[in-house]
């Protein structure tokens, strides 16, 4: 079975403050893909990254970071310099085909970024 | 242009009704999704279909069922409603090559919020 936690249910920051969200996955298959989502107060869903298991390759997309690490199965994300449009619900999801090509979702960790 | 599209955006109805909620994308993907938002933020696969195969979480009641006129469409038809069935719907879709679907991100519409009073 597949499981994905995320322990912090709620964060809360200053603007410009650097945060960052917990994601911790369980799986027993080889090949698997890693997502986080991101959701707003407006209620949609928003990509930001997928990650498969064979590339543990850090990334950084502008003040977005994700740090992979498969020995401790956890796809972390960083926040540089918070901003107040950053405060949303992040998801973070895991996947792979021999789960019928369905995504398990963590609980979210609801950011809070106060000016 | 939206990619994904969900109608209505909001449903109020009684226990005990029968309803149904549209999706359509028009990205020409392969695979579409429903999953249920629960008041605590939850949120759960309910449905992955494409046009060979349906996979259903086994937790899902079967007074829910998908149906998919075309590869464009996957409708959500939801018999009998109960309080517990209130949530957020949201139908998502992917492309799919050659059954690698997680290659690919899934693309979210907007939601439906259904309230079962």
């Known amino acids: 079975a597949q499981k994905v936690t995320q322990a912090q249910t709620e964060i809360s920051v200053v603007e410009k403050e650097d945060v960052t969200l917990d994601c911790v996955y369980e799986?027993?298959?080889?090949?698997?893909?890693l997502f986080w989502y991101k959701q707003p107060p407006s209620g949609e869903l928003v990509f930001l990254i997928r990650r498969n298991s064979f590339d543990e390759q850090n990334e950084i997309s502008g003040r977005y970071s994700w740090n992979f690490q498969k020995s401790t199965s956890s796809f972390n994300f960083t926040i540089t310099a918070s901003q107040v449009v950053d405060s949303a619900v992040y998801f973070c999801a895991l996947g792979n085909n021999n789960a019928g090509n369905m995504l398990t979702f963590g609980g979210g960790t609801r950011l809070m970024v106060k000016p | 242009d939206t990619a994904v599209s969900q109608t209505p955006k909001y449903l109020v109805t009684q226990m005990g009704n029968d309803k149904s909620i549209k999706c359509e994308q028009n990205?020409?993907?392969?695979?579409m999704y429903w999953y249920k938002q629960d008041s605590k933020k939850f949120l759960k696969i309910m449905f992955s279909y494409n046009n060979k195969e349906l996979i259903i979480n086994e937790t899902v009641p079967n007074r829910f069922s998908p149906k998919s006129p075309d590869k464009a469409h996957l409708n959500l038809h939801i018999n009998s409603l109960e309080l517990g069935d209130s949530a957020v719907y949201f139908c998502?879709?992917?492309?799919?090559?050659?059954?690698?679907?997680?290659?690919?991100?899934?693309?979210f519409g907007p939601g439906t919020r259904l309230t079962v009073t």
């Open positions: 990205l020409g993907h392969d695979t």
């Open positions: 998502a879709s992917s492309q799919d090559a050659a059954g690698v679907s997680f290659a690919y991100e899934q693309y």
């Open positions: 799986t027993r298959d080889t090949t698997y893909y």
